[in-house]
């Protein structure tokens, strides 16, 4: 039973020791910031052909 608690302790640990700064470097700075796009191109096709409709909105286009 205790080497069952021990593997688990050692599992536990290397576990966070893993993600615990994935998780801290990823939501650091970045949490209720919005992340507003550049460039959006949006395009209409029907199988293999050419598009039906094509559209293309820069930075100052776009709309929050």
Known sequence: MSKYLI???????LIFVIWFPL???A???TVG??????????EIRLGPYQPI????????????
């Not at 593997?7 to 640990?13: A, I, K, S, T």
């Not at 910031?33 to 949006?42: A, H, Q, R």
């Not at 409709?53 to 929050?64: C, D, K, L, V």
């Open 7 to 13: 593997g688990g302790v050692c599992m536990f640990f």
């Open 27 to 29: 939501l650091g700075n």
């Open 23 to 25: 998780v801290l470097f």
């Open 33 to 42: 910031k919005p992340n507003l796009p550049n460039d959006v191109t949006i």
């Open 53 to 64: 409709y094509s559209m293309s909105a820069q930075t100052g286009n776009i709309q929050r």
